[in-house]
Protein backbone atom coordinates (compact mmCIF):
# COMPACT_ATOMS: atom_id res chain seq x y z
CA UNK A 1 0.00 0.00 0.00
CA UNK A 2 0.89 3.53 0.03
CA UNK A 3 3.26 4.99 2.21
CA UNK A 4 4.58 8.47 3.06
CA UNK A 5 7.57 9.76 4.54
CA UNK A 6 7.51 13.42 5.71
CA UNK A 7 10.49 15.68 6.75
CA UNK A 8 11.81 17.34 9.03
CA UNK A 9 9.84 16.12 12.08
CA UNK A 10 10.22 19.43 13.59
CA UNK A 11 11.52 22.88 11.95
CA UNK A 12 12.46 26.59 13.61
CA UNK A 13 12.56 29.43 11.51
CA UNK A 14 13.05 33.15 11.96
CA UNK A 15 9.68 35.35 11.27
CA UNK A 16 9.81 36.43 7.58
CA UNK A 17 11.94 33.60 6.70
CA UNK A 18 10.89 30.76 4.18
CA UNK A 19 9.63 27.54 5.32
CA UNK A 20 10.24 23.94 3.38
CA UNK A 21 8.47 20.57 4.40
CA UNK A 22 9.04 17.65 1.85
CA UNK A 23 7.10 14.63 1.85
CA UNK A 24 8.01 11.80 -0.42
CA UNK A 25 5.45 8.86 -1.60
CA UNK A 26 5.68 5.03 -2.43
CA UNK A 27 2.94 4.59 -4.92
CA UNK A 28 3.11 6.15 -8.43
CA UNK A 29 -0.09 5.58 -8.88
CA UNK A 30 -1.01 8.81 -6.52
CA UNK A 31 -2.49 11.37 -7.91
CA UNK A 32 -4.11 13.91 -5.33
CA UNK A 33 -1.98 15.09 -2.72
CA UNK A 34 -3.49 17.90 0.03
CA UNK A 35 -1.53 19.86 2.93
CA UNK A 36 -3.22 20.11 6.50
CA UNK A 37 -2.58 22.30 8.98
CA UNK A 38 -3.18 21.66 12.65
CA UNK A 39 -3.16 23.71 15.76
CA UNK A 40 -2.59 22.65 19.29
CA UNK A 41 -6.10 21.14 19.95
CA UNK A 42 -7.75 21.70 17.56
CA UNK A 43 -8.86 20.23 13.62
CA UNK A 44 -6.10 19.36 10.94
CA UNK A 45 -7.66 22.18 8.00
CA UNK A 46 -6.54 21.94 4.75
CA UNK A 47 -4.40 24.88 3.86
CA UNK A 48 -3.56 23.72 -0.21
CA UNK A 49 -4.05 21.03 -2.25
CA UNK A 50 -2.82 19.49 -5.67
CA UNK A 51 -3.51 17.23 -8.26
CA UNK A 52 -1.08 14.89 -10.13
CA UNK A 53 -2.01 16.78 -13.74
CA UNK A 54 0.08 19.83 -12.17
CA UNK A 55 3.56 20.90 -11.07
CA UNK A 56 2.72 23.36 -8.42
CA UNK A 57 0.11 25.55 -7.43
CA UNK A 58 0.51 28.96 -4.72
CA UNK A 59 -1.81 30.75 -2.58
CA UNK A 60 -0.83 33.72 -1.15
CA UNK A 61 2.15 32.74 0.80
CA UNK A 62 1.64 29.33 0.39
CA UNK A 63 2.84 26.94 -2.32
CA UNK A 64 3.13 23.57 -3.20
CA UNK A 65 5.16 21.13 -6.01
CA UNK A 66 5.20 18.00 -7.40
CA UNK A 67 7.79 15.87 -8.63
CA UNK A 68 5.83 13.11 -10.03
CA UNK A 69 9.20 11.27 -11.62
CA UNK A 70 11.01 11.51 -7.85
CA UNK A 71 7.68 10.82 -6.25
CA UNK A 72 7.73 13.79 -3.76
CA UNK A 73 6.16 16.67 -3.06
CA UNK A 74 6.72 20.06 -1.00
CA UNK A 75 5.37 22.80 0.75
CA UNK A 76 6.98 26.25 0.65
CA UNK A 77 5.75 29.23 3.08
CA UNK A 78 7.04 32.44 2.74
CA UNK A 79 7.77 35.59 4.87
CA UNK A 80 6.79 33.42 7.33
CA UNK A 81 4.40 34.60 10.36
CA UNK A 82 3.63 33.35 14.50
CA UNK A 83 0.66 32.34 13.28
CA UNK A 84 1.93 29.89 10.73
CA UNK A 85 3.20 27.63 14.06
CA UNK A 86 1.56 24.79 13.94
CA UNK A 87 1.97 21.07 12.71
CA UNK A 88 1.63 20.61 9.23
CA UNK A 89 0.64 17.44 7.72
CA UNK A 90 0.81 16.02 4.00
CA UNK A 91 -1.29 13.18 2.66
CA UNK A 92 -1.53 10.67 -0.69
CA UNK A 93 -4.55 9.58 -1.96
CA UNK A 94 -4.09 7.02 -5.06
CA UNK A 95 -6.94 6.46 -7.41
CA UNK A 96 -10.02 4.00 -5.75
CA UNK A 97 -8.59 3.97 -2.69
CA UNK A 98 -10.93 5.06 -0.18
CA UNK A 99 -8.72 6.88 2.36
CA UNK A 100 -5.88 9.89 2.57
CA UNK A 101 -2.41 8.79 3.80
CA UNK A 102 -0.74 10.93 6.17
CA UNK A 103 2.76 11.81 6.89
CA UNK A 104 3.97 11.72 10.42
CA UNK A 105 3.82 15.48 10.83
CA UNK A 106 5.86 18.41 10.96
CA UNK A 107 5.92 20.49 14.14
CA UNK A 108 6.42 24.43 12.48
CA UNK A 109 7.76 26.91 15.06
CA UNK A 110 8.35 31.05 13.85
CA UNK A 111 10.63 32.49 16.15
CA UNK A 112 9.86 36.25 16.36
CA UNK B 1 -22.76 26.07 6.09
CA UNK B 2 -21.92 23.97 9.48
CA UNK B 3 -18.97 22.09 9.34
CA UNK B 4 -17.97 18.72 10.47
CA UNK B 5 -19.59 18.04 13.92
CA UNK B 6 -18.38 15.54 16.27
CA UNK B 7 -19.44 14.83 20.16
CA UNK B 8 -18.50 14.20 22.55
CA UNK B 9 -15.29 16.56 22.16
CA UNK B 10 -14.00 14.71 25.50
CA UNK B 11 -14.93 11.54 26.56
CA UNK B 12 -13.21 9.96 29.55
CA UNK B 13 -13.54 6.02 30.42
CA UNK B 14 -12.83 3.66 32.29
CA UNK B 15 -11.00 0.25 31.11
CA UNK B 16 -13.68 -2.63 30.37
CA UNK B 17 -16.65 0.56 29.34
CA UNK B 18 -18.16 1.41 26.13
CA UNK B 19 -17.23 4.73 23.85
CA UNK B 20 -19.43 6.21 21.46
CA UNK B 21 -18.17 8.71 19.40
CA UNK B 22 -20.30 10.64 17.16
CA UNK B 23 -20.04 12.06 13.72
CA UNK B 24 -22.40 14.44 11.01
CA UNK B 25 -20.69 15.26 8.14
CA UNK B 26 -21.34 18.87 6.44
CA UNK B 27 -24.50 19.11 4.14
CA UNK B 28 -24.38 17.69 1.43
CA UNK B 29 -21.58 14.87 1.97
CA UNK B 30 -22.42 11.24 2.04
CA UNK B 31 -18.80 9.92 2.26
CA UNK B 32 -17.49 9.71 6.24
CA UNK B 33 -13.67 8.54 6.94
CA UNK B 34 -12.80 7.90 10.64
CA UNK B 35 -9.14 8.35 11.53
CA UNK B 36 -6.89 7.88 14.49
CA UNK B 37 -4.47 10.11 16.12
CA UNK B 38 -2.16 8.59 18.47
CA UNK B 39 -0.07 11.76 20.97
CA UNK B 40 2.86 13.15 18.49
CA UNK B 41 2.00 10.93 15.95
CA UNK B 42 -0.30 11.79 12.54
CA UNK B 43 -3.58 10.76 11.41
CA UNK B 44 -4.42 6.68 10.50
CA UNK B 45 -6.71 5.62 8.58
CA UNK B 46 -9.71 3.41 10.49
CA UNK B 47 -12.66 3.22 7.88
CA UNK B 48 -14.88 4.37 5.49
CA UNK B 49 -18.53 4.55 5.06
CA UNK B 50 -21.51 5.72 3.07
CA UNK B 51 -24.77 5.59 4.28
CA UNK B 52 -25.40 2.33 5.53
CA UNK B 53 -22.74 0.42 4.01
CA UNK B 54 -19.29 0.23 5.25
CA UNK B 55 -17.10 0.43 1.97
CA UNK B 56 -13.80 -0.53 3.34
CA UNK B 57 -12.31 -1.00 6.95
CA UNK B 58 -8.89 -1.40 6.32
CA UNK B 59 -7.57 0.57 9.32
CA UNK B 60 -10.05 -0.82 11.61
CA UNK B 61 -8.61 -3.17 14.76
CA UNK B 62 -10.14 -6.71 14.24
CA UNK B 63 -11.94 -6.47 17.45
CA UNK B 64 -13.42 -3.90 19.79
CA UNK B 65 -13.96 -1.33 17.26
CA UNK B 66 -16.97 -0.72 14.57
CA UNK B 67 -18.59 1.93 12.90
CA UNK B 68 -21.92 2.60 11.41
CA UNK B 69 -23.60 5.22 9.34
CA UNK B 70 -27.29 4.74 9.22
CA UNK B 71 -29.76 5.80 6.89
CA UNK B 72 -30.75 8.77 9.28
CA UNK B 73 -29.01 10.58 12.40
CA UNK B 74 -24.77 10.96 12.49
CA UNK B 75 -22.08 8.18 12.26
CA UNK B 76 -20.73 6.60 15.08
CA UNK B 77 -17.80 4.72 16.02
CA UNK B 78 -18.18 2.33 18.71
CA UNK B 79 -14.83 1.15 21.00
CA UNK B 80 -15.70 -1.75 23.14
CA UNK B 81 -14.09 -2.90 26.44
CA UNK B 82 -12.04 0.16 26.21
CA UNK B 83 -8.40 -0.15 27.13
CA UNK B 84 -5.55 2.18 27.98
CA UNK B 85 -3.94 2.17 24.58
CA UNK B 86 -7.34 3.42 22.77
CA UNK B 87 -6.35 7.00 24.48
CA UNK B 88 -6.17 8.94 21.46
CA UNK B 89 -8.04 11.50 19.14
CA UNK B 90 -10.74 10.40 17.00
CA UNK B 91 -11.47 12.57 14.10
CA UNK B 92 -14.12 12.40 11.76
CA UNK B 93 -13.87 14.15 8.24
CA UNK B 94 -16.55 14.12 5.19
CA UNK B 95 -16.33 14.98 1.12
CA UNK B 96 -18.67 15.19 -1.11
CA UNK B 97 -17.52 12.32 -3.19
CA UNK B 98 -15.26 9.62 -2.89
CA UNK B 99 -11.55 9.68 -2.41
CA UNK B 100 -9.99 9.01 -4.80
CA UNK B 101 -12.08 9.62 -7.86
CA UNK B 102 -10.81 12.58 -8.54
CA UNK B 103 -12.76 16.22 -8.81
CA UNK B 104 -14.50 17.57 -5.28
CA UNK B 105 -12.69 14.73 -2.99
CA UNK B 106 -11.26 16.79 -0.45
CA UNK B 107 -11.83 16.02 3.22
CA UNK B 108 -13.06 18.34 5.71
CA UNK B 109 -12.19 17.67 9.42
CA UNK B 110 -14.44 17.51 12.32
CA UNK B 111 -12.67 18.98 15.94
CA UNK B 112 -11.91 15.39 17.32
CA UNK B 113 -13.20 13.61 19.91
CA UNK B 114 -10.38 13.31 22.49
CA UNK B 115 -10.60 9.60 24.23
CA UNK B 116 -8.72 8.72 27.69
CA UNK B 117 -9.15 5.97 28.90
CA UNK B 118 -8.24 5.50 32.54
Known amino acids: GENVEQHPSTLSVQEGDSAVIKCTYSDSASNYFPWYKQELGKRPQLIIDIRSNVGEKKDQRIAVTLNKTAKHFSLHITETQPEDSAVYFCAASIPGAQKLVFGQGTRLTINP | NAGVMQNPRHLVRRRGQEARLRCSPMKGHSHVYWYRQLPEEGLKFMVY????????ESGMPKERFSAEFPKEGPSILRIQQVVRGDSAAYFC????????????????FGPGTRLLVL
Open chain 2, 49 to 56: LQKENIID
Open chain 2, 93 to 108: ASSPVRQGSGGRETQY
